[in-house]
């Protein structure tokens, strides 16, 4: 058997309860094979592979919480420090009932590569709750976050671990924790990202996931003799990645004609109103019936289904396995062209497989949303140096950033025969320096 099967059969006995997790591991390891058949002696040796998909630690703890009526809740916080071969720790919360060491595991193993694939010096790492903050009070919320970051402030550090946002955890959430962990601590450091202009965020942060998925799906487009101008786009989810992905899209001459939540879905045919949706999911914290209520020309229907609107491209911005294999093939009918990820694995394996045998441009969102931690990381150096960067001045150094993931993309898929598949290019350009980093410290 190779050496990527015996550790795809241990990961699997290993982890059995963890579907998203095993999902996230085939993917890796069946595009680096080229890769590893090149170096099989050394790195079975080395067991290299084996260190890889297990984390350095994972954390696991009680968060308990009073609620508005006075009754004490209780969940469970995670932090799954994954790979800290490149730099220190670092990757969002996600706050969703959802959460449990499956999601955390998947999402701190994507981290480890889409870090890599930044070029900046971040290791992986993932956390989160099942805590669902809709429908929370702001106080209850803060009450949730300040103990989450009593039991994790033991963990992190600005050179130690940084995390983030993610689904559920926004500027607000941050904010709560900042202020728990510098009441503890006594220090005012970048230990998050994500943070208010007035504390040490970083302008363009909020926007830089979004936009970061249209800088290289333009890059992606002009590799192709092509640009956004007039595309049809389809994007799902309404939270912090789709917001922006909506704007920079029209800002490049889309038309974005579709949005969703967990509810339901908006099919807008004289495009998203940006202003509207942010009024809606920013401000209200509201449903998507509120966007169809003062927005004559749009169409709410429940449930899911903006795969079925026909389209250029196509950006899931929600959640994992969002986009399944009769959505891949609804897609193609309808001829769409191109797929690039928004969320944290959004598409499954064999939709993805589908896409790609179909001729679909498609970018995988370790490479695609990698603009969001790599503007976290950015947000790191300008606390470190103690200054604050200009809007203009973070915004073109995260479009160079996404337009050399995709050179380094393209030009890894290409080098190992494989042209034009990013989901193995982005593989084996994220492992290639972490594998060569971790050689080098030893076993450890
Ligand atoms: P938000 O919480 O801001 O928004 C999430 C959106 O997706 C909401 O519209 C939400 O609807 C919808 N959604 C969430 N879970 C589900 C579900 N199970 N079924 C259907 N819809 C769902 O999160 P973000 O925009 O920050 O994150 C979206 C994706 O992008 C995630 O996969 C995240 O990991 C990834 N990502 C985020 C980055 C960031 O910087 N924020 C960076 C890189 C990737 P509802 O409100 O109804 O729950
Ligand atoms: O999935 C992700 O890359 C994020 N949620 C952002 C992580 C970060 O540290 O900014």
């Known amino acids: ?40 002696a050394l790195y079975r040796k080395e067991a290299l592979l084996e260190r890889i998909v297990e984390p350095d630690r994972q954390i696991k703890f009680r968060v308990p919480w009073v609620d508005d009526k006075g009754q004490v809740q209780v969940n469970t916080g995670y932090r799954i420090q994954f790979n800290n071969a490149i730099g220190p720790y670092k990757g969002g919360l996600r706050l969703h009932p959802s959460v449990y060491t499956g999601i955390i595991k998947f999402l701190g193993f994507e981290q480890i590569f889409k ?89 363009a942060r909020t926007e830089a996931t979004g936009y970061g998925l249209l800088y290289i799906t333009n890059a992606l487009l002009k590799d ?28 490049l001459g889309a038309k974005v004609v579709t949005c969703s939540d967990s509810t339901g879905w908006i099919y807008d045919p004289e495009g998203i109103d940006v202003a509207l949706l942010k009024d809606v999911k920013e401000v209200k914290r509201a449903r998507l ?46 001829g769409c062209k191109v797929v690039c990820e928004g969320a944290n694995m959004p598409t499954t394996l064999d939709a993805t497989e589908y896409l790609q045998k179909s001729g679909v441009l498609f970018i995988p969102g370790k490479a695609s949303n990698a603009g969001g931690v790599a503007t976290s990381a950015l947000e790191m150096s300008q606390n470190s140096e103690r200054l604050s960067w200009t809007f203009e001045e973070v915004d073109s150094k995260l479009q160079g950033i996404m337009e050399n993931i995709y050179k380094n993309i393209s030009a890894a898929a290409k080098k190992y025969g ?23 410290q030893g076993v450890c």
């Open 289 to 334: 019936t509120e966007y169809a209520a003062n927005r004559p020309s749009a169409q709410y229907h429940e449930g899911r289904g903006v795969w079925t609107i026909k389209c250029d491209i196509a950006l899931p911005c929600a959640t994992q396995n969002e986009l399944l294999i009769d959505d891949a093939k609804t897609l193609v009918a309808n």
């Open 224 to 251: 192709h003799n092509d640009t956004m101008q007039g595309k049809t786009v389809v994007v799902s989810g309404a939270g912090n990645v789709a917001i922006y992905a909506i704007q920079k899209a029209q800002q």
């Open 1 to 40: 058997m190779s050496y990527v099967d015996e550790v795809l059969e241990l990961v699997k006995k290993k982890n059995a309860a963890e579907p998203e997790f095993i999902q996230a591991v085939t993917e890796v390891l069946n595009t680096i094979r080229p890769v590893v058949d090149a170096n099989e």
């Open 115 to 203: 870090n890599s694939l930044t070029g900046l010096p971040i290791g992986g790492g993932k956390g989160g709750s099942d805590f669902d903050p809709k429908g929370k009070s702001d106080r209850e919320v803060m009450a949730f976050c300040q103990s989450f970051i009593t039991e994790l402030y033991k963990y992190i550090g600005a050179d130690e671990d940084v995390p983030a946002g993610d689904i559920g955890t926004g500027a607000r959430e941050i904010g709560y924790m900042y202020g728990q962990y510098k009441r503890i601590t006594g220090l005012y450091e970048g230990v998050l990202t994500g943070k208010g202009l007035t504390y040490g965020g970083s302008l």
């Open 418 to 440: 494989m042209e034009g598949n990013y989901v193995a290019g982005a593989n084996i350009a994220g492992f290639e320096k972490v594998a060569t980093a971790m050689l080098a």
